[in-house]
């Protein structure tokens, strides 16, 4: 007869949820995850999945820094079926203003002194290096030849597959209606209609662990925010790096098959975890991009998305034990969750076998909210 038990539930097939069992699945750990759609269907899979190094707070600094390690050999590493398209081809934030060049250099700086080789550029270096970008009026970038980006998709379902060859259950289109706590402890998740017991849950839901965690009277500040993105059709590849405009958060990236993605952030998209398309950003993003990459002009646009940030009021993520026993909470990544994948998933696995966490991640406690004790990331687009 089918044992509904496991050691450890994930919640949530994105990419921390999916690094999590892979990393829980290698420890030997009897692990089963439950995705409400397909694995990566959340942010993770609709994400621009920028790689960057450029934080400007020590512990993303350093967890940065590891992902990048790990990114290296992750397509060998997770044996993965589809290629992974990792590209280092390095990710520039550009500033407009004096008080963003300011900010830059501080993050450089700190990130300089903790080994990573970012550097603060001057625009004429940057036309000298890139001649095809038509960037006006920046007055300097930060840029890291180590950073880049990779495919959400194949990424994310890589780690879920090779979480199952390793024994781990993994189940799609397995909504958790709600998870289950006797006293204060948590004893398992009820899903399909079942119940499914362990003695340690991890909630990896993205902005969607806010109701659930809610079913055990846990209160998450994690909230939704809709975010757009577009694919072209495909150019001759140059290894354009990933590109962060800062005066209107438009930013730009070419997969290794050469298309581009173009985002830009818009405040005025509506807060839900609801996709859907606008007029409004397709007209903004290709005006904006193509009077900084005129080369792109006459390319057409094959599809736009978008997909949720899972927002917390210092845009920090949360990696914490709730008050309610044996339940872990790993979310509210805000927009830049993605790369930190392979690092959360090692947390995860740490945090779940007692180890002590390779990094200190004290300052992602979920009581500093309710402390009024916020971080905040200064690098956060
Ligand atoms: C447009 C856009 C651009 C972005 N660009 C970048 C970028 O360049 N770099 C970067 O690092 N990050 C980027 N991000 C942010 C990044 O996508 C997220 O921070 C990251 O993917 C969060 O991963 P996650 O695993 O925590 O959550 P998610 O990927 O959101 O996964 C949560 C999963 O939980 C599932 N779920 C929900 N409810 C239930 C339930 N009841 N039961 C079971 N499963 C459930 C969902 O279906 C979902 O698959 C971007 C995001 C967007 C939207």
Redesign the pocket.
Known sequence: MHQRTADVII???????CAGAYELAKAGVKVAL????YLS????G?????IRQHFGTEVNCRLAQYNVQCFTHLEEELGAELPLDYAQWGYMWVAYTDSCLDQLKKNVDLQNSLGTPSVIMTPGEVKAKWPYLRLDGIIGAAFCHQDGHINPQTMTIAYGRQAERLGATVKTHS??ERLLASGDKITGVVVNGEEWHADKVVL???P?STP?AATVGVELPVSPER???LVTEQVEPFQCPMVLCLDDGAYFKQCPNGSFFL?RDDAGEPKTTESGNSWKFLEGVTKSVLSRIPVLSGVRVVRQW?????NTPDHQAIIDWAPVEGLLIN?G????????GPSGGRLIREMVTGQPTFVDIRRFRLARFAENDLFFEPAYI
């Open positions: 919640v949530g097939g994105g990419v921390h949820g439950f995705e409400a759609n269907s959340g942010g993770s609709r994400s621009a999945a920028g909504p958790v990896t839901a993205g969607w659930l975010h757009n993105l985002g978008s997909g949720p940030y899972d979310c990544w805000s927009g830049h969750g993605l790369q930190f």
